[in-house]
């Protein structure tokens, strides 16, 4: 028997601390090497507020230690302020993930045991560090979620006069496609403002939608018995109101995403090359894996960590599972499931991808194909400043498809209709 050399690193960091998180304490343990003489090592466990005083003062306590590495759990959002007062101390903290950690069954389990068990574990290498990027970055993504989460409440708002203009009997959503157009603010206005003919409210269509005056009448016949009172005049001005405000906020955010944007410029315009991707969707992108692809050693790595790849799951010579891929960065995987589904539009070697992979296995494995190979593209756009996006063309497959496989699928085909197949040479 041959045996391989293993791949562990098996060295003991000497000078390690790991945190266990709370609110308003952090449960610290600090783990040194053995004092001369001595064969075990010492350990020390602290409890401190989470206040910046006291978190200032453990940081330099750290450094006055020479500790290597300190580790923490991603709890809620409670990390955030011990990791960027640490990282401002010079150290450099892992957050890592609370599965990763699990506390082994059959043990108390208190904050002080779990910071020493996070330390033992952490002292061995045992831990892989999370994605954290840095201050740049961090501030970006801050802009770019918020903006989709603002996003998220106008939309809410518009279902709820949608709702409202239903209960009024007032039909204008079957007749028109997007009632927040020019032709339906103006129409709702109106309304506001005490204007009850049906004739003239469908008077003030424009454009497209003048064809559907007759229809527009019969959408808002409603008005006629009463239907939209006072009640529903009152809700109808807050909602506007409020969709409006909403809009502000986004354009306002807009405007700092774009200053924010400015430094990284080049990695923008190149990731805009990809068809599908908008200047919008990328400075998601960026905002939520960085333009430092040194941190995702390979496109494979980005893939994994995105939860864009299937997970294996393999028992006594057997795959377990569904092969899901999990839950990933919910930000990310929109932008990317959005532009997955553009590009399947696209007349490009993506969108035909797309919908080779959606006829044998549906949308939602195309579009998480499509992703995953939207990430392999970005990351060697970031991985390397002078590359830039080619399209291999719609016509890849069906130029690159080996003739023999080619032949032998039709024959196959035609022989499970029942004929038999005799190929001969053309002359």
């Known amino acids: 028997m041959v045996f391989a050399e293993s791949e562990d690193d098996e060295q003991i960091i000497e000078r390690v601390a790991a ?21 075990r090592r010492i350990q020390e466990v602290t409890t401190h507020s989470t206040m910046v005083g006291a978190l200032s003062d453990l940081a330099q306590r750290l450094v006055d230690l020479r500790i290597q590495r300190v580790v923490m759990e991603a709890t809620s959002d409670y990390w955030r302020p011990p990791f960027y007062l640490f990282e401002a101390h010079g150290l450099d903290p ?110 003030m269509a424009r454009s497209r939608m003048r064809p559907k005056i007759g229809l527009l009448e019969e959408a808002f016949a409603g008005l006629r018995v009463g239907t939209f009172d006072a009640h529903h005049r009152f809700l109808l001005t807050r909602m506007l109101a409020r969709i409006d405000a909403v809009d502000a906020d986004i354009a306002a955010v807009e405007a700092q995403i774009e200053q924010h944007l400015a ?22 992108i960026l905002a939520e894996i960085g333009t430092d692809m040194t941190r995702f050693p390979t496109a494979g790595h980005l893939a994994s960590w995105a939860k864009f790849a299937p997970g294996i799951k393999s028992s006594a010579g057997k795959n377990k599972g569904n092969g899901s891929t999990g839950h990933g960065n919910r930000y990310l995987a929109r932008v990317l499931g959005e532009a997955a589904v553009g590009v399947g539009r696209t007349d490009t070697f993506l969108g035909a ?6 006829r044998r296995r549906g949308k939602k494995k195309a579009i998480v194909a499509v992703g995953r190979s939207l990430l392999v ?15 291999l063309g719609a016509d890849h497959y069906d130029s690159h498809v080996s003739t023999a496989a080619k032949r032998r699928n039709h024959v196959r085909g035609l022989e499970a209709l029942g004929y038999h197949v005799t190929i001969e040479p053309a002359a």
């Open 377 to 391: 593209i970005i990351w060697h756009l970031l991985a390397d400043p002078d590359s830039h996006f080619k399209d």
């Open 263 to 284: 430094p990284f410029g080049d990695a923008v315009a190149r990731l805009a090359e990809i068809p599908g991707i908008k200047a919008t969707a990328a400075a998601i």
């Open 19 to 39: 945190l266990d998180i709370g609110k308003a304490e952090v449960v610290c343990c600090v783990r040194l090497p053995a004092p001369t003489g001595k064969k």
């Open 94 to 203: 892992w957050l890592v993930n609370a599965k990763d950690v699990k506390h082994l069954p059959g043990r108390p389990k208190t904050d002080v045991l779990d910071s020493v068990w996070l330390c033992k574990v952490a002292e061995r290498q045992m831990l892989r560090p999370s994605f954290v990027p840095p201050p740049p970055i961090r501030r970006l993504r801050d802009l770019t979620r918020y903006r989709v989460d603002l996003v998220g409440v106008r939309g809410a708002e518009k279902n709820r006069v949608e709702k409202l203009l239903e209960d009024a009997c007032i039909k204008l959503s079957v007749v028109a496609s997007d009632i927040f157009g020019v032709s339906g603010r103006a129409m709702m206005a109106a309304m506001i403002a005490g204007e009850r003919d049906p004739r003239k409210l469908a008077d």
């Open 353 to 358: 991808r797309y919908r080779r992979i959606a």
